[in-house]
């Protein structure tokens, strides 16, 4: 992963107009729910007075210096228990009383970090705004304990709410400042321009020992000098607001063949290398390259886990050997879609726009001449897990013209379902319709496959109206990837799960349609799944080279099209005779049967269904004879063309393929 | 496959008779009250499916009135009796082609399999 990450730097370097990254020691606060106060400080190293931090301070970028036990100048209070006691050793009349030890502790951590950054600072000649930082180390030296409980007495006393009590008692952000700092002409202590000061001066230590070990005759796995690799020890990178390390295989973790050993001897990084790689990855993890170059994932091994692994996946192209533009890099990361600008508009509901919005996409890729070069370029996608190490999953390599191309031929898949007139809605409840999706990336094909939906509460059981979803984490962002681009394996694996699982759906809605019964199974929140499944599988069709003109030419489209008309010539000749309708039609009984049983269930469904068949037969001959056509047995028609199809014969068992062909049939016929 | 053929020529014979007993029903229907449940090869269908030879001759036996009386049309040459004479040779023609093939291949009681079923289904409707 770290070379990948190299890689993509010497990229990253050539953006222009980057946002400047912080040093990895400023990191910004967290996001949990908690009590957040600001502190002010007299000159006399006195609590002087306490405010609620506002909002907009928060939401601007709070950040502070240090690690989970040394912070500056925003601190963490938790009310936990250690070898000295709780940290709220009693409490009087609301107020609390911190423990003598805790309060010791608290004092000494707040005294010496903010030494620690008034000395960085200090070194590197500040200018004047930046002089609050030194000047709230010196007040932090007068601090004790009694100070720490005024801090709570007061913040306490300004408390109202029992909530804001509970709140306050359970986890709580302090952040210093200086109580006069206007007067002094200062920065107040938490100000961004404090943070970058206080950045670029750890960045200018970076740099020296960068240039000390250009003296180094060692050269590092990339070719750059180092002088030894002792201390090599990554720091800590920030993805959105959370926090990964990146630590190299120690003895204890597994070994990969490719490097023969464990430990940091194995890949010696000089210190420019380890500066290049941590850059490029706090410049890919900022919040708002979020669903462009990282997202969350969760990663489930089984459907019964509660909750999965949360991990981050990164996924990124770089063009090697030109220069990379920046628009370039967002479009193409966007068109691979892990949940960029296309998958949000159709969430938010926007299903028409996504289609435009992606042939933007590509007009745009073809317009630019920079993307008609003849260059490389490689796609990266890496995970670093919350606990673990980080590795690689996927890296692929083509020019620009096979990926256009490839983007264009998962255009063209969308094409390859088409409902049919009266199928292009689906009634919810009634008076309500939702039309189905024209079009899906990607991302929502990988969030449709992974969901299971339980065949426990199926058609057959009458009590239990709707089925139950399971998400399960079958396809990973990877998968994802190699499915965009038209991988056989893993089209092929789609189509298994979603002949295993996503066809009983698809038959499933048609009928609760029929019964008027589509709100059970979707409820206040339509879930996308059922109105882009049809799309979904068209897709996965087209991918796997099985155009429309083919599949509605095969047996088990015309299977699945002659159970759907089986029903609807019961229905019109029930009309007819004007006899009440029941619950479950003839070619509903048996398509099921006919996922596994084709020829079985074809003979039972015309056996059953041959009253209303002949009937049906009888009046057509009848009406065709006297008026030289039959226009009201349609259906009829439509079902003696299937059949024709299937005087061919029918295959003892359906392939995995087949059998969604079947379903789609079943669908858009009924 | 060449087993398989025969039942579809079961199946189009059927689908003959109904078109012989549709032509009876049109000549003789005085209301549309009069229109039969099912036609005589929708009638005999289950019966051949269950048991060919069995079912083949009740359905001879059910159209047989209806060929009296398109031999009598072509006899008095009456009106329509062109379309009289193409129902009942239609129908006699497959007619003894089955039950010619079906002595050469021995196909006499028993039900048929699910695959012979579908056939003739098929290729009734």
């Not at chain 1, 502790?105 to 010496?112: D, E, G, N, P, V």
């Not at chain 1, 960085?120 to 409980?149: C, L, T, W, Y």
């Not at chain 1, 206007?182 to 740099?207: G, M, Q, W």
């Not at chain 1, 890949?267 to 669903?291: I, M, N, W």
Request: charged share 25%; proline share 4%.
């Amino acid at each position: 992963m770290i070379t990948e990450a190299f890689m993509i730097g010497e990229e990253v370097k050539k953006v222009e107009g980057r946002k400047r990254t912080l040093h990895p020691n400023i990191c910004p606060v967290p996001t949990q729910r908690a009590a957040w106060f600001t502190v002010f400080i007299n000159a006399q190293g006195k609590c002087s007075g306490v405010a609620p931090t506002e909002q907009d301070t928060l939401k601007g970028g709070l950040y502070y210096f240090g690690d989970a036990h040394n912070q500056w100048p925003v601190v963490k209070v938790e009310n936990k228990k250690n070898q000295s006691g709780e940290f709220y050793e009693r409490w009087e009349e609301g107020i609390p009383r911190v423990n003598e030890s805790h309060a010791q502790k608290m004092c000494i951590k707040i005294k010496r970090v903010s030494r620690i950054v008034a000395d960085i600072v200090q070194g590197h000649n500040p200018p004047k705004a930046v002089g609050s930082v030194g000047i709230m180390a010196d007040r932090m030296e007068k601090v004790d304990s009694a100070f720490v409980n005024d801090i709570f007495a007061k913040i306490f006393n300004s408390l109202s709410t029992d909530e804001e009590r509970k709140l306050a008692t359970k986890l709580m952000y302090l952040t210093f400042e200086l109580e006069d700092y206007d007067k002094l002409k200062v920065n107040p202590v938490a100000h961004r321009k404090n943070y970058e000061f206080v950045s670029d001066c750890l960045i200018h230590e970076t740099d020296r020992l960068c240039k000390d070990e250009d003296k180094g005759d060692k050269r590092d796995m990339f070719g750059r000098p180092y002088v030894s690799s002792a201390a090599w020890k990554m720091p800590q990178i920030f993805v959105g607001n959370k926090k990964y390390y990146i630590h190299s295989r120690n003895e204890k973790s597994l070994c990969y063949a490719s490097y023969g050993r464990n430990g940091g001897d194995s890949c010696p990084l000089a210190f420019s290398s380890r500066k290049q790689v941590v850059e490029t990855l706090q410049y890919l993890g900022l919040p708002e390259h979020k669903d462009i170059y990282w997202m969350t994932h969760i990663r489930k091994v089984s459907s019964k886990e509660q909750k999965g692994k949360r991990e981050t996946v990164f996924t990124v192209v770089t063009m090697v050997y030109s220069p990379l533009p920046k628009e370039m890099m967002q479009e193409l990361q966007r068109y691979i879609e892990i949940g960029g600008e296309v998958a949000r508009l159709a969430q938010q509901g926007h299903e028409n726009k996504t289609k435009t919005r992606s042939v933007e996409i590509i007009q745009a890729l073809k317009g630019n001449r920079e993307y008609k070069d003849n260059g490389l370029f490689y796609l990266f996608t890496f995970e670093i897990p919350s606990n673990g190490p980080s590795h690689l999953l996927l890296t692929q390599t083509m020019t620009i013209p096979q990926f256009l191309k490839q983007v264009e031929r998962w255009t063209h898949g969308w094409d390859n379902f088409e409902p049919a007139k009266f199928n292009g809605e689906l009634t919810v409840k009634k008076g309500e319709t939702k039309p189905l999706y024209d079009s899906i990336t990607a991302y929502q094909l990988l969030r449709v496959i992974n969901n299971r939906w339980s065949r426990t509460a199926g058609i057959r059981d009458e009590k239990i109206q709707s089925r139950k979803r399971i998400e399960y984490q079958f396809m990973q962002v990877p998968d994802m990837i190699r499915l965009f681009f038209g991988d056989r394996v893993t089209v092929d694996r789609c189509l298994n799960v979603m002949a295993n699982n996503h066809v009983f759906l698809l038959l499933d809605v048609v009928d609760r349609i029929h019964n008027g019964e589509l709100y059970h199974l979707v409820g206040d929140n339509p879930r996308t799944d059922i109105f882009s499944l049809p799309v979904a599988i068209g897709e996965l069709l087209y991918q796997k080279g099985i155009t429309k003109e083919v599949y509605e030419q095969s047996p088990a489209y015309h299977f699945g099209r002659a159970m759907a008309c089986l029903s609807r010539v019961q229905k019109a000749v029930l009309k007819r005779d004007d006899k009440k309708k029941p619950r479950r039609m003839v070619g509903t009984e048996y398509v099921h049967l006919g996922l596994a049983r084709p020829r079985h269930a074809l003979n039972l469904a015309l056996t059953k269904g041959g009253i209303y068949l002949r009937r049906a037969k009888r009046d057509r001959m009848v009406e065709h004879s006297q008026i030289g056509e039959s226009k009201s047995y349609y259906n009829y028609w439509a079902l003696v063309r299937s059949l024709e199809v299937l005087k061919q014969g029918l295959p003892a068992k359906w392939t995995d393929t087949e059998k969604v062909i079947m379903a789609l049939g079943y669908f858009n016929n009924r | 496959m060449t087993e398989l053929t025969i039942f579809a020529k079961i199946g189009r014979l059927l689908n003959n008779a109904d078109r012989l007993h549709l032509f009876y029903y049109e000549d003789h229907k005085t209301a549309p009250k009069d229109i039969p449940l099912h036609f005589a090869g929708g009638d005999c269908l289950l019966a051949v499916c269950k048991n060919p030879a069995k079912g083949l001759s009740w359905l001879h036996k059910k159209v047989a009135p209806f060929l009296k009386y398109c031999e009598a049309k072509i006899k008095k040459k009456q009106v329509n009796w062109g379309r009289a004479y193409a129902v009942k040779r239609d129908y006699m023609d497959l007619y003894h082609e089955v039950v010619r093939e079906m002595d050469e291949m021995c196909i006499q009681g028993g039900e048929v399999d699910c695959e012979a079923k579908n056939v003739i289904l098929v290729n009734y409707y």
